[in-house]
């Protein structure tokens, strides 16, 4: 991937014991296993549910994305961010493209823009409303605080363990993430949360894995645009497809696990919806829930 020319922007930095909590007695954080979750379950809203179900919802919203976002860089405060090395910086600079790429489209379908911030952490830490992260429990989005975790120690195990390879396949795990907070921001989340409430949990589980699924599209979306603005090495876009198989439910759980346990979508359907982003180039056709 091609990041010389691109600001890293101030991500938040609590390795080495910052803003680490004692270790020991921390809640674990989502279902164990689970790889690049989103935390919805705890995020305390009024509940209420009813209206048309999730599906027609999340059609509506994603009926008023505009199309495809130009790709204009956003601007980096000059703080922190610059002085970041190797993987913090690389985190900061896919910060920059990815708001760079989502502001825009939020903006012409007039949904507010926030930005998310990224934490990079090696040990227990304190989300804001999503209990205890813990390291190696995979990246995750936390609706409450707006913030994506990252723990590159759970990356590195991933290369060794699921054959993960490259700075593309990263790339897409934080795409993915950055893809929950779009949905935190147009309100899919919430959608969700409200419909698994009180479902059984196949039921639950199945809408997980469309929010996942959508998540992934999301991230072929952007991918889409850092390729066509030339930032694509040959092989970066099977990095992320082959990123995406690895952490299939039918990969991570074994081929004879049933399908109601999935939460995240099968290899092949991870595959497929980042497919389905990448080539459409527009997260409007990122109706998973249709
Ligand atoms: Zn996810």
Same mark, same amino acid.
């Given at each position: 991937m091609k990041l010389d020319d691109v600001k890293a922007s101030g991500i938040e930095d609590r390795r080495?014991? *910052?803003?680490r909590l004692p270790g020991g007695k921390a809640a674990k954080v989502?279902?164990?296993?689970? @790889?690049? *979750? %989103? @935390? @919805?379950? @705890? %995020?305390s809203q009024a509940g209420g549910g009813g209206g048309g179900g999730t599906g027609d919802a999340v059609g509506q919203i994603l009926g008023q994305l505009a199309q495809g976002g130009t790709s204009a860089t956003a601007s980096v405060p000059?703080?922190?961010?610059?002085s970041l090395q190797g993987q913090e910086k690389f985190a900061g600079q896919m910060q920059t493209l990815l708001d760079g790429y989502w502001k825009p489209v939020l903006a012409a379908s007039d949904e507010k823009f926030e930005a998310p911030t990224i934490v990079v952490f090696d040990g227990p830490t304190q989300t804001g409303g999503c209990g205890v992260g813990q390291p190696e429990a995979g990246p995750f989005y936390c609706p409450g605080d707006e913030k994506i975790y990252l723990d590159f120690a759970f990356y590195e195990q991933l290369e060794k363990q699921?054959?993960? $390879?490259? $700075?593309f396949a990263m790339a897409y795990v934080i795409a993915h993430e950055y893809g929950h907070h779009v949905q935190n921001l147009l309100g899919i989340n919430e959608q969700v949360r409200k419909e698994s409430d009180g479902a059984s949990e196949a039921d639950a589980n199945a809408l997980s894995v469309k929010l996942e699924l959508q998540a992934d599209c999301f991230a072929g979306v952007w991918a889409k645009s850092a390729s066509d603005d030339g930032?694509? $090495? *040959?092989g970066d876009f099977d990095e992320a497809i082959d990123a995406a198989a690895a952490v299939g439910d039918d990969a991570i759980q074994g081929r004879? *696990?049933?399908?109601?346990?999935?939460?995240?979508?099968?290899s092949a359907e991870r595959q497929q919806w980042f497919k389905t982003g990448f080539d459409s180039a527009d997260a409007s056709q990122c109706d998973t829930f249709g």
């Open positions: 080495g014991g *910052a803003g989502g279902v164990p296993g689970v @790889i690049i *979750a %989103v @935390i @919805i379950a @705890i %995020v000059e703080t922190q961010g610059n699921l054959g993960f $390879d490259g $700075d930032r694509l $090495d *040959a004879g *696990a049933s399908r109601e346990s999935f939460t995240h979508g099968s």
